[in-house]
């Protein structure tokens, strides 16, 4: 059987060795095609391949998710309780992991959350060359649209690093830690503004960095719309991504209408629910 590719084994670094060791077993049949593996107290381990949900015979007790949840958190829940709040800890190597429990509110604003009872890892990968599928040596402007698990992260680092290695001068804004991490290679010509708010990070780039194109995760609220206009009237590409179900899901939304309307992009890139297929591509221009 094949061995475990190195994402999955540096997310497996968290668990107890005996539990370690179990799913890792139990991973191999999967060729190492795993989108998450998701964590319940006391029940059965469980991962999702090729769009489908499995359980494995691996059980994950209290203590031992206890272990792995402390793990997370390097010791220190309380330095983490920002990012417990958003609902997600982004790994040193890029996997985001959810993080299900009770809001803890004070005046109707939560300010903790207690009881975890979910951890949902998702995996980071990295594919190189994929962009060459859908770029040409000119800049442009692009959407990327896909449900969870789709790879629009990973095609957005590709495509920074596709970019940089033909001498454009990219900016990524990468507000959770995902897109560059700390092992993904993202070229010698992109800088990177780690933990900005998406709209902020943006203006940032704009003013300081003369950026040629501007990249970022998951657009949804109309001051980041506000942000792509911004570098439209700088003359500066952007390339982003949106969550959607399909194409018809994606043109119904008001944000996705606001981008269309800029008349800024060229075209939308839709995703399938399997990772790294690309079901349509949809061209706003020529």
């Not at 790994?91 to 809001?103: K, N, Q, S």
């Not at 995996?123 to 190189?128: E, N, P, Q, V, Y």
């Not at 896909?146 to 454009?168: C, E, W």
């Not at 900005?196 to 003013?207: D, E, N, P, S, T």
Request: a positive charge; charged letters at 25%.
């Amino acid at each position: 059987m094949r061995v475990l590719e190195r994402e999955l084994e540096e997310i497996l670094e968290f668990f107890p060795k005996d539990l370690k060791l179990q799913i890792a077993f139990e991973l191999k049949k999967f060729n190492n095609n795993v989108q998450e593996i998701r964590l319940r107290k006391n029940k059965p381990v469980c991962v999702f391949s090729n769009g489908k949900n499995y359980c494995l015979k691996a059980v994950s007790s209290e203590n031992a998710f206890d272990y792995i949840f402390n793990r997370l958190c390097k010791y220190s829940v309380y330095s983490y309780q920002q990012d417990i709040n958003n609902g997600f800890i982004t790994t040193d190597f890029g996997a985001r992991v959810g993080i299900c429990g009770t809001a803890v509110l004070d005046n109707e604003k939560m300010v903790s959350v207690k009881d975890i009872s979910t951890l949902n890892f998702r995996i980071a990968k990295d594919f190189c060359k994929i962009a060459k599928k859908i770029l040409t040596d000119n800049l442009e402007s692009i959407i990327i649209a896909g449900p969870p698990t789709s790879g629009k992260t990973t095609l957005l680092r590709d495509i920074a690093r596709f970019y940089s290695n033909i001498h454009y001068k990219v900016c990524v804004v990468d507000e959770r830690n995902e897109i560059s991490a700390n092992c993904f290679d993202l070229g010698n010509m992109t800088d990177c503004l780690k933990g900005y708010k998406k709209a902020f990070g943006v203006q940032i780039a704009l003013r300081t960095l003369s950026p040629q194109v501007v990249i970022f995760d998951e657009i949804g609220t109309l001051d980041e719309c506000e942000a792509v206009i911004e570098c439209m009237n700088a003359g500066i590409n952007v390339v982003t991504s949106v969550h959607c179900k399909n194409s018809e899901e994606f043109f119904k939304r008001k944000v996705c209408k606001k981008l269309i309307d800029t008349d800024f992009f060229e075209k939308i890139v839709f995703l399938n629910k399997n990772a790294g297929i690309i079901d349509e591509i949809y061209y706003l221009k020529g």
